[in-house]
Nanobody, 121 residues
Framework: VQLQASGGGLVQVGGSLRLSCAAS????????MGWYRQAPGKQRELVAV???????TYADSVKGRFTISRDNAKNTVSLQMNSLKPDDTAVYYC????????????????WGQGTQVTVSS
């Protein structure tokens, strides 16, 4: 299963960006979809995750500013980022897990290629 992320870029403090990620391949079902980020010199951290049923979890640092959503029919997940801060600067990765295949199913966990978000002050 492949994940293709898009939507990163350069934005000023207080601005907004929307990240999108599409999953493709032999997908039977996707359970959780999420976004993680990794800033230079830091470990990758969870930003937000959404279950198939729509339950969401956010990092404390982004609550009230970021909104995660998904389209189960299209196998896509998006992250609307508002009121961006310099500390949000990082490479953002989408992630998904579930079952792949047809007839005989195998669990999968996949990462997208990463998209750079830079917030300038």
């Amino acid at each position: 299963v492949q994940l293709q992320a898009s939507g990163g870029g350069l934005v000023q403090v207080g601005g907004s960006l929307r990240l999108s990620c599409a999953a493709s391949g032999s997908i039977f079902i996707i359970n959780d979809m999420g976004w993680y980020r990794q800033a230079p010199g830091k470990q990758r951290e969870l930003v937000a995750v959404i279950s198939r049923g729509g339950r969401t979890t956010y990092a404390d640092s982004v609550k009230g500013r970021f909104t995660i959503s998904r389209d189960n029919a299209k196998n896509t997940v998006s992250l609307q980022m508002n009121s961006l801060k310099p500390d949000d600067t990082a490479v953002y990765y989408c992630n998904a897990d579930g079952l792949r295949g047809a007839g005989s199913y195998q669990p999968f966990g996949s990462w997208g290629q990463g998209t750079q978000v830079t917030v300038s002050s």
